[in-house]
């Protein structure tokens, strides 16, 4: 028996599956860090500028906290993004040394400890054992089925902190640019800003719902809802500082 029957046996295939059944992305891949990256700079970069211009300033001024929102908030959110991938990393990289030390220095125990997994998973014995068995033969496919079974991740398949942080900045600045781009066109008003913005909140929240169960226009009117409500508080406030310093 090879080992992809084998594996084929200890985690047989549901009715559905073998029916091309198919399932939604439920991590959301590329397309939900990028999307609510864009949704955070439109929120905080247009809640930013309302609040901004409830304090009647010039032109001048809303354009630049604009665009320092902007510089600053995908600075931020790159930066942000690094670290964190960078130490999950190497906290991974950390414990797959464990890992693959314990497999150096004791390989029967490993194999015996993946045989029991697999036989607590309703495998019989003598088949998890075969199964542990053969796995065990090449030390890095040991040490993959190990890291997915006792860590829950893939080692060849691991975050790179660079592509996050420019993912990021790239996202985040994009949405960011939304609330300001009128003005740099020309517009000397607010409402050309909004409107836009809000518009790309519709459809950023229309764009999540492939990756939710809801339909694209209940995501799409949430997000505008919520990035609305932002807005009006903030200017709100804008006003009111504004005439309380004046």
Same mark, same amino acid.
């Given at each position: 028996?090879?080992?992809?029957?084998?594996?084929?046996?200890?985690?047989?295939?549901?009715?559905?599956?073998?029916?091309?059944?198919?399932?939604?992305?439920?991590?959301?891949?590329?397309?939900?860090?990028?999307?609510?990256?864009?949704?955070?700079?439109?929120?905080?970069?247009?809640?930013?500028?309302?609040?901004?211009?409830?304090?009647?300033?010039?032109?001048?001024?809303?354009?630049?906290?604009?665009?320092?929102?902007?510089?600053?908030?995908?600075?931020?959110?790159?930066?942000?993004?690094?670290?964190?991938?960078?130490?999950?990393?190497?906290?991974?990289?950390?414990?797959?040394?464990?890992?693959?030390?314990?497999?150096?220095?004791?390989?029967?125990?490993?194999? *015996?400890? /993946?045989? #029991? %997994?697999?036989?607590?998973? +309703?495998?019989?014995?003598?088949? $998890? =054992?075969?199964? &542990?068995?053969?796995?065990?033969?090449?030390?890095?496919?040991?040490?993959?089925?190990?890291?997915?079974?006792?860590?829950?991740?893939?080692?060849?398949?691991?975050?790179?902190?660079?592509?996050?942080?420019?993912?990021?900045?790239?996202?985040?600045?994009?949405?960011?640019?939304?609330?300001?781009?009128?003005?740099?066109?020309?517009?000397?008003?607010?409402?050309? *800003?909004? /409107?836009? #913005? %809000?518009?790309?909140?519709? +459809?950023?929240?229309?764009?999540? $719902? =492939?990756?939710? &169960?809801?339909?694209?226009?209940?995501?799409?009117?949430?997000?505008?809802?919520?990035?609305?409500?932002?807005?009006?508080?903030?200017?709100?406030?804008?006003?009111?500082?504004?005439?309380?310093?004046?």
């Amino acid at each position: 028996m090879s080992v992809m029957e084998i594996m084929d046996a200890a985690a047989p295939t549901h009715v559905a599956h073998r029916d091309n059944h198919t399932h939604r992305d439920v991590n959301g891949g590329w397309l939900r860090p990028a999307v609510f990256g864009a949704m955070d700079g439109l929120v905080s970069n247009l809640a930013l500028m309302t609040g901004v211009a409830g304090g009647a300033v010039s032109q001048q001024t809303i354009i630049i906290t604009g665009l320092a929102g902007l510089a600053a908030g995908a600075f931020s959110m790159a930066a942000g993004e690094y670290t964190s991938v960078a130490s999950q990393r190497e906290l991974v990289m950390a414990e797959l040394d464990v890992e693959r030390t314990q497999l150096s220095r004791h390989p029967k125990d490993e194999q *015996a400890e /993946l045989a #029991a %997994l697999y036989e607590s998973r +309703g495998v019989e014995p003598e088949l $998890a =054992r075969q199964v &542990a068995e053969q796995l065990s033969r090449d030390p890095e496919q040991a040490l993959e089925i190990h890291a997915r079974e006792e860590l829950g991740i893939d080692p060849s398949d691991l975050p790179s902190p660079a592509v996050a942080a420019v993912s990021s900045f790239g996202s985040f600045a994009l949405g960011a640019l939304l609330p300001v781009l009128p003005y740099l066109l020309g517009a000397s008003a607010l409402w050309p *800003a909004v /409107l836009l #913005a %809000l518009a790309g909140l519709f +459809g950023c929240g229309a764009v999540v $719902a =492939r990756v939710t &169960a809801r339909s694209w226009w209940f995501s799409g009117l949430r997000q505008l809802a919520l990035g609305g409500a932002a807005a009006g508080v903030t200017y709100a406030l804008g006003a009111l500082f504004g005439t309380v310093v004046s």
